[in-house]
């Protein structure tokens, strides 16, 4: 029994997370794991289920892989009375299961991260739509992590009252373990160049048959800026390589810009917050986003952060025109020629921690259960 805000003692639920679980670091599964800490802090038992196949075995007993989504529905349909869903998964079949669940009264949530809805809907055929639509409207609650996607939530139908905007970023505890979780030649690469900027990606992904997270870019940038910072470093990780051949093109187009002794793939899994740390500027060069984790874990760090303007973005961001590599230039440049004023123009920026939020949220969804 724990003591809930509220001021009542209640038995508090069990909360299912379904999405996936570090490792590899991405912006959902390191969103899901920090929230997975919080949770167990605040009293609550919390179960991840990683509905994606993954060849890292879970090392956590409350994280488990559903091989028979079927059967692992069903058990929640008849015996899932006494738990929080709450699900990160993009897959709209799955969102329609959360709907399905919703009408017989399970607490369900969702959290829209990126343009995966609107990417459902204008793949989908009439009726598809249709089921997808009526399925949104039986969920508890949608969360979606910036207005845009709101607004398209909002076009099929779902109540305003049953939508909120809360981003994705939850403060990371700073621990030794992921200082040290750190390749060695990492902390000898930062240590041996000036400038040093970091970018990120899951993996390597395509978005209307282009990098979406612009790697090709970022090694035009970092050949552009030698120029003029001969001994710059751009470390870009990526946990997951996905698509090997774009990944060993990327590799011969850093060799070709004679550049191998200043861009770094960091492709081992860990966290990148101990590197974000150790840089002077973060850039974001996506050409479709939701609301990047990693973009608002700079920002709180206080590194000068440069994105592309394909979503809405954070307060305090420089934003570049998308797709755009003589504007993505400059805007990095001048960041590096006035350093210090960009420096002390991000020290002004706050940054909240939202896991606060959605414990409230878990808690309401408590008392409403309880009251029945």
């Avoid at 990944?247 to 810009?257: C, L, Y």
């Avoid at 952060?305 to 420089?318: N, T």
Wanted: aromatic fraction near 12%.
């Amino acid at each position: 029994m724990v003591k809930c805000k509220m001021g009542s003692w209640q038995r508090l639920p069990v909360i299912e997370l379904i999405g996936p679980y570090p490792p590899p670091y991405g912006g959902i599964s390191t969103h899901i794991q920090r929230m997975k800490a919080h949770l167990e802090a605040f009293g609550y038992r919390c179960v991840v289920y990683q509905l994606s196949r993954s060849r890292y075995s879970p090392k956590n007993g409350n994280v488990v892989h559903i091989y028979h989504p079927r059967k692992w529905f069903l058990k929640k349909l008849f015996f899932g009375r006494h738990e929080i869903l709450h699900c990160h998964e993009s897959g709209w079949k799955l969102r329609v299961a959360m709907g399905i669940l919703g009408f017989f009264r399970r607490k369900t949530i969702i959290t829209i991260h990126g343009s995966s809805l609107e990417d459902s809907l204008r793949n989908m055929n009439r009726i598809k739509r249709w089921v997808l639509r009526m399925a949104l409207r039986h969920i508890t609650l949608i969360i979606t992590v910036n207005p845009r996607i709101r607004d398209v939530v909002l076009s099929l139908g779902v109540k305003p009252d049953r939508v909120a905007v809360i981003p994705a970023f939850v403060l990371p505890e700073e621990r030794r373990s992921d200082i040290e979780a750190i390749p060695q030649q990492v902390w000898e690469f930062i240590n041996s160049h000036y400038p040093i900027i970091a970018a990120n990606a899951y993996r390597i992904t395509f978005f209307e048959g282009v990098d979406l997270y612009g790697i090709d870019m970022c090694i035009e940038l970092c050949a552009n800026l030698k120029q003029s910072y001969p001994n710059i470093g751009f470390i870009f990780c990526l946990p997951d390589i996905g698509d090997y051949e774009y990944f060993e093109k990327m590799k011969q187009r850093i060799v070709k810009k004679g550049i191998e002794d200043n861009f770094l793939f960091q492709t081992k899994p860990c966290q990148f917050y101990p590197i974000l740390m150790k840089s002077h500027v973060f850039v974001r060069s996506t050409n479709t986003d939701g609301d990047a984790v990693s973009l608002r874990e700079a920002l709180c760090f206080k590194i000068p952060s440069i994105a592309s303007d394909a979503a809405p973005r954070p307060e305090g961001v420089i934003l570049f025109r998308n797709r755009d590599i003589h504007d993505f230039t400059a805007k990095v440049k001048s960041v590096l020629d006035n350093y210090e004023w960009y420096k002390k123009r991000v020290e002004a920026v706050k940054i909240e921690s939202n896991a606060g939020k959605l414990i409230e949220i878990y808690q309401r969804l408590t008392v409403r259960r309880e009251k029945k």
